[in-house]
């Protein structure tokens, strides 16, 4: 269950609606997950109740998710076929009040089977979109992704790693990133595995 703001708004008519539903069905409700005063277009990050029912699914503490409607769920469309990916991976039913839908029947099934259909083809035309940018962006010249670390650097990389130095140490006394240590590092022992 969740409301958006905590002024007023409560979630006690979707928990009688819903408790009505799983006495009707003969389901019985373990747990209780709600989020109060957080909009649903937040991460699991940002959601407690969100997230404690993600953890409690992994646990497999129960079979099936009830929510009053699918934007008590989220609002953005990527952080729900997320969700109801690793609902369907766990084998946990969704049941979605308002809009009638029980993936554990054929059709509930298929309706959130056909969301995550969409939601793929957005996803993949968006990545289209991107690669025809970057590809237009190279064909004028731009250099893509970061600059190359300078030769100078790399060099005292190497100078104090090959002293014994650790790549944590090597990173703060440089004032570069750990991942730019780890890549000059590794790419030497490629050379050096080739030579």
Known sequence: MRVSTANGQTTENQRRELEAVARRSGWMITHVFEDNGISGAKGRDKRPGLDALMRAA????????MAWSVDRLGRSLQHLVQLFAELRALGIGVYLHQQHVDSTTPSGKALLEMSMVFADFERAM???????GLARA???GKVIGRPRTRPAVEKRILELRSRGWGMLKIAGALGI??????????EEAKRSAVC
């Not at 992994?58 to 998710?65: D, H, K, L, N, Q």
């Open 126 to 132: 968006m990545r289209e979109r991107v690669h025809a």
């Open 58 to 65: 992994t646990a497999r503490e129960f079979e099936m998710v």
């Open 177 to 186: 990133g750990t991942g730019v240590v780890q890549r000059v590092v590794r």
């Open 138 to 140: 190279r064909a004028k």
